[in-house]
């Protein structure tokens, strides 16, 4: 398949892995944090790791948006539901984050109406056709999703739609990625940024990370090749004594973003003072709310909301696997209480999440199996 | 087409509670551009199939243009070249 095919060429795997092993100084440890958990979920998939040498750890950071999203988000989204002329709407790796009081599916078993959706758009349409209803969209997503949440609002101003709110717990990754550069349990050398997230917001709101920290950012694409060429480049910008923003997906991302979806953004959206994210706690202006012009869209005030912040479960280790100072395996209930059929953390809830990824496709899989086929 | 159908062609995932929802992450895929229809396009897959995608973001768009689209949405308009400048 063009554009696919190109990207998972083996060989080529192997010819940049060797390239990159050459760029490593001897006796010097790398630790490069992939920022997106689709790069997380591309890694285990397609073992990029084990093209790299040793010397280069990749760690896993805090870009799955269901990930970071805390229990009482959850259960506020439930509360919402729970009102009989509501529809609450979402996507589909929502539905199985546990809150406080269980999942959307949970819920749903209990007579609430929560529905899968793969666009708000399409809980505008749900909004359209059921005018004696209020259909509300639990909006979560980075830079990535939001412009499409902003775009709905939109819409349903233009068409007077009265009757469609946002439960908006859209985030955005810079202040995310200067909180774990704050925080004192991780050491790390360069990052790979979020590819989409870039194709809105641009490789330029980055250029901090360079400056003021000297290390490497190369915004990377999603496919092994993209990624084995990132961690390329940022070795040679170790290798020349370089630290910059630099941008491989350059198919898909202009350095300066896409401006019309950045424009929206800025209309319909407000940062928040304040907002919580499960494993990095409350980070400044680090969050989205509808700005006064849309207000009449938020359902934070057009609904009366628990608001109540509820504690991880003891046993989980979610925090510190998103800010990349456990990895999953170290986790103490990972693929024992904690699985993907039965998650008790948010990372392995998500297709996304560190944990599930590594479930899924990392060597927990593999040891899995050849138990299975000796059994 | 329901969002369960709506596959991602590069991995197979699709938006649902299984594995692989396309729509929650950092993650989408290119389409091609197939009928214009106001601020919507019909857009196709590499395997043929279709969805609606709104193209504001992105501006005018024509038959042929290839969009990178994340839940319903065009955000951006790739160059014949697959490069920008």
């Given at each position: 398949?063009?554009?696919?095919?190109?990207?998972?060429?083996?060989?080529l795997?192997?010819?940049?892995g060797?390239?990159?092993?050459?760029?490593?100084?001897?006796?010097?440890?790398?630790?490069?944090?992939?920022?997106?958990?689709?790069?997380?979920?591309?890694?285990?998939?397609?073992g990029?790791?084990d093209?790299?040498?040793?010397?280069?750890?990749l760690?896993?950071?805090?870009?799955?948006?269901?990930?970071?999203?805390p229990?009482?988000?959850?259960d506020?989204?439930?509360?919402?539901?729970e009102?009989?002329?509501?529809?609450?709407?979402?996507?589909?790796?929502?539905?199985?984050?546990?809150?406080?009081?269980?999942?959307?599916?949970?819920?749903?078993?209990?007579?609430?109406?929560?529905?899968?959706?793969?666009s708000?758009?399409?809980?505008l349409?749900?909004?359209?056709?059921?005018?004696?209803?209020?259909?509300?969209?639990?909006?979560?997503g980075?830079e990535?999703?939001?412009?499409?949440?902003?775009?709905?609002?939109?819409?349903?101003?233009?068409?007077?739609?009265?009757?469609?709110?946002?439960?908006?717990?859209?985030?955005?990754?810079?202040?995310?990625?200067?909180?774990i550069?704050?925080?004192p349990?991780?050491?790390?050398?360069?990052?790979?940024?979020?590819?989409?997230?870039?194709?809105?917001?641009?490789?330029?709101?980055?250029?901090?990370?360079?400056?003021?920290?000297?290390?490497?950012?190369?915004?990377?694409?999603?496919?092994?090749?993209?990624?084995?060429?990132?961690?390329?480049?940022?070795?040679?910008?170790?290798?020349?004594?370089?630290?910059?923003?630099?941008?491989?997906?350059?198919?898909?991302?202009?350095?300066?973003?896409?401006?019309?979806a950045?424009?929206?953004?800025?209309?319909?959206?407000?940062?928040?003072?304040?907002?919580?994210?499960?494993?990095?706690?409350?980070?400044?202006?680090?969050?989205?709310?509808?700005?006064?012009?849309?207000a009449?869209?938020?359902?934070?005030l057009?609904?009366?909301?628990?608001?109540?912040?509820?504690a991880?479960?003891?046993?989980?280790q979610?925090g510190?696997?998103?800010?990349?100072?456990?990895?999953?395996?170290?986790?103490?209930?990972?693929?024992?209480?904690?699985?993907p059929?039965?998650?008790?953390?948010?990372?392995?809830?998500?297709?996304?999440?560190?944990?599930?990824a590594?479930?899924?496709?990392?060597?927990?899989?593999?040891?899995?199996?050849?138990?299975?086929v000796?059994? | 087409m329901t969002?369960?159908?709506?596959?991602?062609?590069?991995?197979?995932?699709a938006?649902?509670?299984?594995?692989?929802?396309?729509?929650?992450?950092?993650?989408a895929?290119?389409?091609?551009?197939?009928?214009?229809?106001g601020?919507?396009?019909?857009?196709?897959?590499?395997?043929?199939?279709?969805?609606?995608?709104?193209?504001?973001?992105?501006g005018?768009?024509?038959?042929?243009?290839?969009?990178?689209?994340?839940?319903?949405?065009?955000?951006?308009?790739l160059?014949?070249?697959?490069?920008?400048?």
């Amino acid at each position: 398949m063009r554009f696919v095919d190109e990207f998972r060429d083996a060989a080529l795997a192997e010819v940049l892995g060797r390239e990159i092993t050459a760029l490593c100084e001897p006796g010097r440890h790398y630790k490069v944090m992939e920022v997106c958990g689709g790069h997380t979920h591309t890694i285990y998939r397609y073992g990029v790791q084990d093209h790299l040498p040793e010397a280069i750890e990749l760690v896993h950071g805090p870009g799955c948006p269901v990930c970071v999203i805390p229990m009482g988000r959850v259960d506020d989204g439930i509360a919402i539901a729970e009102r009989e002329d509501v529809v609450l709407t979402c996507f589909g790796d929502m539905m199985r984050v546990p809150g406080g009081r269980g999942s959307f599916l949970d819920a749903n078993a209990r007579g609430a109406d929560i529905r899968m959706v793969y666009s708000p758009l399409d809980a505008l349409r749900i909004a359209r056709q059921n005018p004696d209803r209020q259909i509300v969209f639990y909006a979560i997503g980075f830079e990535t999703t939001a412009p499409s949440t902003a775009l709905t609002v939109l819409r349903a101003a233009a068409e007077r739609i009265e009757n469609f709110s946002v439960f908006c717990n859209h985030v955005t990754i810079i202040p995310a990625i200067k909180a774990i550069l704050d925080s004192p349990d991780l050491r790390l050398d360069a990052f790979l940024g979020p590819g989409h997230v870039s194709t809105v917001i641009g490789c330029r709101p980055y250029e901090w990370i360079s400056r003021d920290f000297g290390m490497p950012l190369v915004c990377a694409g999603f496919e092994p090749l993209d990624l084995l060429q990132s961690v390329y480049m940022i070795m040679k910008q170790f290798a020349e004594g370089r630290a910059e923003v630099e941008n491989q997906y350059g198919r898909v991302v202009q350095y300066d973003g896409n401006p019309v979806a950045l424009k929206v953004l800025s209309d319909v959206f407000t940062l928040r003072p304040f907002f919580e994210w499960r494993g990095l706690g409350s980070i400044a202006h680090s969050a989205l709310q509808l700005s006064p012009t849309y207000a009449r869209y938020d359902a934070e005030l057009r609904y009366e909301l628990p608001g109540v912040r509820v504690a991880d479960p003891k046993a989980c280790q979610c925090g510190e696997v998103l800010k990349g100072v456990l990895k999953p395996w170290e986790c103490k209930v990972f693929g024992t209480a904690c699985t993907p059929e039965t998650p008790i953390g948010t990372c392995m809830v998500s297709s996304e999440g560190a944990c599930a990824a590594y479930y899924n496709y990392g060597q927990y899989a593999k040891q899995r199996l050849s138990l299975e086929v000796l059994q | 087409m329901t969002h369960a159908e709506r596959a991602d062609p590069a991995t197979g995932a699709a938006c649902s509670t299984e594995p692989g929802c396309i729509t929650c992450g950092d993650v989408a895929v290119v389409l091609t551009v197939a009928l214009v229809d106001g601020c919507d396009a019909r857009c196709r897959d590499g395997q043929g199939r279709e969805e609606l995608v709104a193209t504001e973001l992105v501006g005018d768009v024509r038959p042929g243009d290839r969009v990178l689209v994340h839940a319903g949405v065009a955000i951006e308009r790739l160059t014949p070249t697959g490069r920008h400048e």
